[in-house]
C-alpha cells in the first residue's frame, strides 16, 4: 500500500471552476501536511500547509483536513489557466522532518 | 542570492565521470536535504543533514555522496553513475525544530547520464 496516495489525473476544469484535489495516506501518526504545486520542469513550490482538522483558506486556495479518515484535500476555487500544473501532497509523521511525498495529480484548466 | 539556490541547473555526463551538485540556502535554515524526481514516481528522499549531521540515508547507492561542510552548504558527488540515475535532483532546506516546519525547495539540477 502507498502511503500517500493521489489521482495522478489529468484534471481538467474549465476556467472559473472549482478544482477539487485528493490526497489519502496511511499512517494515523501523521501529524503535517502540505500541498506544493510544480509547473512542468519547475521545483515544488509550497502552496498550503495544515496541521489540524478542518478547513484552512488563503485567497482561492482552501485545504481541507480529515485525521479520521486519513484525508487531505485542496480546493481551488476560480481557476485560472495559470493554475495549471502537478500537485504534490507531502506528509509528516511523527516528531521528525521527514516528508513523504505522492505522485502528484495534474491539474488542467481549460479555456 | 534568496531562497535555495543550486548549481548546475543542468548536467550531462558519462557514466565514467566524476561531478558534483551543490546546494545553498540562504534562509537560515539547520536542516537541508536532497530528493531525486524520476518521471511518474514521487519525490524520493535520498538524504537529510541536521545541523551538519546527516541523519537519514535512504539507502542510497554508494555511488552517490553527500557532503555537508555547514547548515548553509550541500553537495552531492556523484561517480560511475548510470543511465537509470538521470533525473531532477531537488535540495531543499528547513528549520528543523520549528512550529510547522516547511521545507522549501531549490530549482533542481536536471542531470543526464549517458
Known amino acids: 500500500q502507498k502511503e500517500v496516495e493521489q489521482n495522478s489525473g489529468p484534471l481538467s476544469v474549465p476556467e472559473g471552476a472549482i478544482a477539487s484535489l485528493n490526497c489519502t495516506y496511511s499512517?494515523?501518526?501523521?501529524?503535517?501536511f502540505f500541498w506544493y504545486r510544480q509547473y512542468s520542469g519547475k521545483s515544488p513550490e509550497l502552496i498550503m500547509s495544515i496541521y489540524s482538522n478542518g478547513d484552512k483558506e488563503d485567497g482561492r486556495f482552501t485545504a481541507q483536513l480529515n485525521k479520521a479518515s486519513q484525508y487531505v484535500s485542496l480546493l481551488i476555487r476560480d481557476s485560472q489557466p495559470s493554475d495549471s500544473a502537478t500537485y504534490l501532497c507531502a506528509v509528516r509523521t511523527g516528531g521528525g522532518n521527514k516528508l513523504t511525498f505522492g505522485t502528484g495529480t495534474q491539474l488542467k484548466v481549460e479555456l | 542570492e534568496t531562497g535555495v539556490t543550486q548549481t548546475p541547473r543542468h548536467l550531462v555526463m558519462g557514466m565514467t565521470n566524476k561531478k558534483s551538485l551543490k546546494c545553498e540556502q540562504h534562509l537560515g535554515h539547520n536542516a537541508m536535504y536532497w530528493y531525486k524526481q524520476s518521471a511518474k514516481k514521487p519525490l524520493e528522499l535520498m538524504f537529510v543533514y541536521n545541523f551538519k549531521e546527516q541523519t537519514e540515508n535512504n539507502s542510497v547507492p554508494s555511488r552517490f555522496s553527500p557532503e555537508c561542510p555547514n547548515s548553509s552548504h550541500l553537495f552531492l558527488h556523484l561517480h560511475t553513475l548510470q543511465p537509470e540515475d538521470s533525473a531532477l535532483y531537488l535540495c531543499a532546506s528547513s528549520q528543523a525544530g520549528a512550529y510547522q516546519e516547511t521545507q522549501y525547495f531549490g530549482p533542481g539540477t536536471r542531470l543526464l547520464v549517458l
Open positions: 499512517d494515523r501518526g501523521s501529524q503535517s
